[in-house]
Every structure is written in C-alpha cells, then in structure tokens.
C-alpha cells in the first residue's frame, strides 16, 4: 500500500479541525443514555475480544472496525453482527467525525502514533497494553492526551477486578505487616524448537506488510514476525521481536507490576538491574526467554520480575503471578484470585516439656476471583467518557508501568546498573539514552 494514498498533511489538517471543533465528544453525546459511536483498530486475538466485552456495554455501537489483515477483519465484522463497516487504513477512521470512541488493539508497535493521532482527531481512546515500545513515547501520548483533552483509558483492566482491588487495599492497610520483598514471575516448560525458524517469504496477497510495519524499519515478511496463526489458537508472535514489543517483560510483566505500584500507591523504582538472554529456546525470535530483573523502590521494598521457559514450578503451582511477602504473611495473587498464608510466632507451652504452640500472626484467606475485570474497565472507560473524569487505567498511570517494564529490558540490553529519575523522566546513565528512544521511518512522525 503506498501510505501517501491519503496525504497525511491533509489528514493532520482534518485531524485538528476535528479537535477544534470539539468540546467534550465528537458525534451527539450528551447523557447518560446517548449512544457512544465505537471504532476498533487492530482485529486480531485480543482486538476481537475488546470488542466483544464492549459490546456488552449499554449504549455502545460498533460502527467501525479496521484491521490490514483481511481474515480478521472479516471476523470482526462477523463479531459486530454487521453494525460495523470494514475499514483497512486507519486514518480514515479517525477522520469520521461521527466516531466518538476509538479502541486500539494494534501491535505494540503501533499504540503510541495511533493514540497521538486520535487525540488529535477529538476520539477518546482505549489503547492496549504496553502503551509503547520506548519510553519517550509514552511521554508524548501523555501530552497528547492532556493537550486535547482526551479521556484515555490502557487495558491493565487487572484494575477493574474486585478481586485485585480488594489485595490492594490488604497491601495499603498493612495487614500483611511490614513488606520488604514482592516476587513477579512468567513461567514455563516450552519445546526447545520454539516457534521455529521460517525463512523471509513474501506476505500473503490479503496483509499489506508496509502498513503493517508502519513506523519500524523495513523488513521482510517473517511469517513469526507477524505471528498469526492460522486456526487462531495463540495471540501473534510479534510480541517476541524487538522492532515490534518488548517480548513477556511488557506483554505480562506490565500486568503484574501495574499492581504492585497500584498497592503501593503508583510508586516507581528508583533503581533497576537485569541479566538473561535466549538461552533455551532455538527459534528466530529476539526477546529473552529467560531473565530476572530487580527493581528497588523509594518506600523501601525490591520488586522482582523473573521469566522461564526451561521450567514451570513455582512455589504455588501457578504459572504467573504476584508474591507480596510481608512480616505477618503472604498473598499470592493472580487472576484466579488471592490466597494468604500467615507467618508464624511462637507461643507459650500450656505445660512444662512442651513445644509451644505456633500461632498465626494473621488469619488465612483462599479468595476466588468474581470477574476478570473486563467488563467493569469497558464500563469505567464509557463512564468516564461521559463524565470527562480520569479513567482507573489512566494513560498516565500505565505510562508510569509501561515505562517500569520497558527500563527492566532497557537494564538487561544495555548491561547497565540504571538509576530511573522520575522528575527528568530519564536515567542517569547517559549510555541508556538511546534505549530510551526509536527513529519512526518515513513517512511517519510521532507529534503531539
């Protein structure tokens, strides 16, 4: 596809005279019963699933769905019931002023010029996670959402599960006593092969793989780059490439530790170091399938994130999840839900030559989860939309955790101890700078 086919000056220009003309929403919403107009770029695996918990939602429509592959496309349409119409460039999508709403479920690659652009066009945003790829474009998707005044809600909707708020609230009120370490982790006993290694082809007649590379350099077509599977059984390997995300550290590292910072009341760590590498798995994917990193935090506690792929035990049989090992106990959390295990004191023996018995400094607890958080994060998002309020995933708060996860990597490629200041919003150590940033290839520019 040649991306001039629409001028981007002429859609910039469309782009501001839709901002300017704009109060609070882009089509006729005015109350709590007007009906929301919703786009949805970006149709694979999870962009379907967004638009299927959205449309749960009282009020919204799907009036367009985008995507530059057409299998999915067609599958979203199928989804929409065939409210929506089928779109392949995304800027003609922002340039219809009656869409009120725009939900991006594109590669990571792509979330920071599509939640600029939509700002700008006057759409609120549901952009998924990680935000961005680097962290200086997380910064201009903060700006972009300020400056026009865009309700922009991240989808770490972990947020929006009772269940994750009410382990919160354990961590806040300190009932699990002083803590001093938390444990993250992503494990696995993958095969040894991977994803294999395809050789470079060309792209399938129905992807134009320019559009899909956008503002990352040119490649050619690798059928694990973009990572599709044919019977849909797995989201898209091009989480695993550099170019294009920063492999399981910001696919599920982000979600673990958006609520570590949540329960300690959206702190940053101040210093992180990190080691790993691919050291097991053989395929032609970039990103580690093995690392830990460590993060220290200013209240006074380290966080750990750990990804394997060689082994799976952990010390609650659990794949994922989160350690918060306090004084007085410890909560495992995940999306299944929380289980507390208290620390023991030793008490007083009722007669002489007895063990003293042990008593639990804190009362166990086995809590299921009531819901994933889905629909209550597309609810709060519409609510929000309405109210013109900052969302529970507000782009600022996930720009805080995105830029935690991407630094972890930063740590591990540039062999650098790092030292995050978050007033400058950059590290000390000069030489990490140019993790810190990306070139956008031509014609494609990231301005807020």
Known sequence: MDTSSTPRRDFLKASSAAALTTSLFTGNVKGANDKVNAAYIGMGKMGRSNLSYSMKQENLVPVAVCDIYQRNLDWAVDISKKQA???????????????????????????????????????????????????????????????????????????????????????????????????????????????????????PSTLDWDMWLGPTPMRPYNANRFGVDPQDRYFSTFRWFWDYAGGMMTDWGVHWLDIVQMAFKEEMPTEITAMGGKLFVKDNTETPDTMQVTYTYPSGFIATYERRSANSQSMFGKNGGILFCGTKGTMFLDRGGYKIVPEMTMGRSSQPGQRPEMIPLMAEADVKSEDSGNLNHWANFLDCV?????????????????????????????????????????????AAHSFLKREYRKPWKLEV
């Open 85 to 203: 119409k089928p779109y392949r460039d995304f800027r003609e999508v922002l340039a219809d002023k009656s869409i009120d709403v725009v939900c991006i479920s594109t590669p990571d690659h792509w979330h920071a010029y599509m939640t600029v652009a939509a700002c700008k066009a006057g759409k609120d945003v549901y952009v998924e996670k990680p935000i961005c790829t680097v962290v200086d474009e997380g910064t201009k998707m903060v700006q972009a959402s300020r400056k026009y005044n865009r309700v922009v809600q991240a989808g770490t909707m972990q947020r929006s599960a009772k269940h994750f708020q009410k382990a919160v609230e354990i961590v806040r009120n300190g009932d699990l006593g002083d803590i001093t370490f938390v444990r993250t982790w992503n494990y696995g006993n993958d095969k040894p092969e991977g994803f294999g290694n395809p050789p470079d082809t060309e792209p």
């Open 386 to 430: 309405k109210t013109r309020q900052k969302p529970i995933s507000d782009i600022e708060v996930c720009n805080r955790s995105t830029a935690t996860c991407l630094l972890g990597n930063v740590a591990l490629r540039s062999k650098l101890r790092l030292t995050w200041d978050q007033q400058k919003w950059t590290t000390e150590q000069s």
